[in-house]
């Protein structure tokens, strides 16, 4: 790992001005980060994928770590929360159980209690090549993508090009509300968001709804214990007054595109209608349409077909 100076931001405005870059020019990855548990940035360091000169810890900031707020109002989750508070908190289990389900999912109980919700969904990539220290692919700046013509059974399905990685968070597909906050390859290959050097995620604002609407997080990984998603889909369904038709849905697929891929024509055919087979069923092909699979990734069209199904029929049964 190469030597770092280590910050204790003591305000946001203080974490700003410690973060801000020399060098604007400079290689994305040369440029000081923010640290929240360390759980990933550290992985990164020792490989040589980042090379900080500083590191700026994020959870000495007061109130990081707070979550405020009801399913009615609203609730901000503070960046510096961790997984596990999340987990455990009352107001989001009580109204978002699909976040819940999000963060359960997620490593195990030593990651989660260390982790936060903004290193959560900052993140970078798990794509192999990436990983691999002596490997210089397209989104360290390298002029090769490996994954598509090499290993690619991880590799996206939807929106790849001219990078193939996947988007590694499990919170990220839950909080749809940030779809917006997720950058494809073709737009920027060296980052997977939209924030620039020196800018952080200070909290994450989850809309209220007069009545909680059902939601569920349904993640397929390779091992039973700890493992990333090799596909996952959060749901979110409001209903009307007769607690069965849907008036509003929400879909969004992990582990299958280098963001949160949202399926706008599945969402729209569920709405208006009751959730039976057949309009799970109906769903579940539309969201995989044009789906656009490589050599050794095909099996993510059926595999998450069947966690829609799936995941419509826990929320309808609720
Ligand atoms: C063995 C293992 C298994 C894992 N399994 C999963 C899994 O199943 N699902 C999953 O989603 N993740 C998984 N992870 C990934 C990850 O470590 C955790 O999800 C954790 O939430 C990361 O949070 P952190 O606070 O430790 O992030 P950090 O390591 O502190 O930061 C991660 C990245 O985000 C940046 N960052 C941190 N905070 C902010 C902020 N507020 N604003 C802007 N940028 C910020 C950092 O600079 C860094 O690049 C796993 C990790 C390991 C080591």
Same mark, same amino acid.
């Given at each position: ?41 550290? #992985? #990164? ?62 490593? *195990? ?39 598509q013509s090499g290993e690619n059974k991880y590799n996206a399905i939807f929106g790849g090009g001219p990078s ?18 997720? #950058? @494809? ?38 091992? $039973? ?5 090799? $596909? ?12 069965? *038709? ?39 092909? @539309? ?15 059926? @595999? ?15």
């Amino acid at each position: 790992m190469k030597a770092f100076e280590w910050a204790n931001a003591q305000s946001i405005d203080d974490a700003v001005k410690l973060l801000a870059p020399a060098d604007p020019n400079a290689d994305p990855d040369e440029m000081a980060r923010p640290m929240g548990g360390g759980q990933d940035l550290l #992985t #990164t360091m020792k490989a040589y994928i980042v090379r900080p000169p500083r590191v700026v810890n994020l959870k000495t900031i007061p109130n990081v770590g707070m979550i405020s707020g009801d399913g009615q109002q609203g609730l901000t989750i503070g960046a510096g929360v961790t997984l596990t508070q999340l987990a455990e908190h009352p107001e989001v289990k009580k109204s978002f159980p699909g976040l819940v389900e999000a963060a359960l999912s997620i490593a *195990t109980p030593q990651i989660r209690n260390m982790g936060t919700v903004g290193g959560n969904l900052c993140q970078r990539p798990r794509c192999w090549y990436y990983r691999l220290e002596n490997v210089n692919c397209l989104k360290k700046g390298g002029s090769e993508g490996y994954a598509q013509s090499g290993e690619n059974k991880y590799n996206a399905i939807f929106g790849g090009g001219p990078s193939y990685v996947v988007h590694p968070s499990d919170l990220a597909p839950m909080l749809v509300a940030l779809e917006e906050f997720f #950058t @494809l390859p073709r737009a920027d290959l060296r980052r997977e968001n939209v924030l620039n050097p020196g800018e952080i995620v200070t909290e994450i604002r989850v809309p209220g709804h007069a009545t909680a609407p059902r939601s569920t997080y349904l993640k397929f990984k390779e091992r $039973s214990s700890l493992d990333f998603a090799m $596909s996952s889909v959060a749901v979110v369904l409001e209903m009307g007054p007769d607690n069965k *038709t849907v008036t509003q849905a929400r879909i969004v697929l992990g582990g299958v595109a280098p963001i949160p891929w949202r399926v706008p024509k599945a969402e729209a055919v569920l709405v208006g209608n009751v959730i039976s087979d057949e309009t799970a069923g109906k769903a579940a092909v @539309l969201a995989l349409e044009g789906a656009a699979p490589l050599a050794k990734n095909g099996y993510k069209i059926p @595999l998450t077909q069947t966690l829609v199904r799936r995941a419509l029929a826990n929320v309808a049964a609720v």
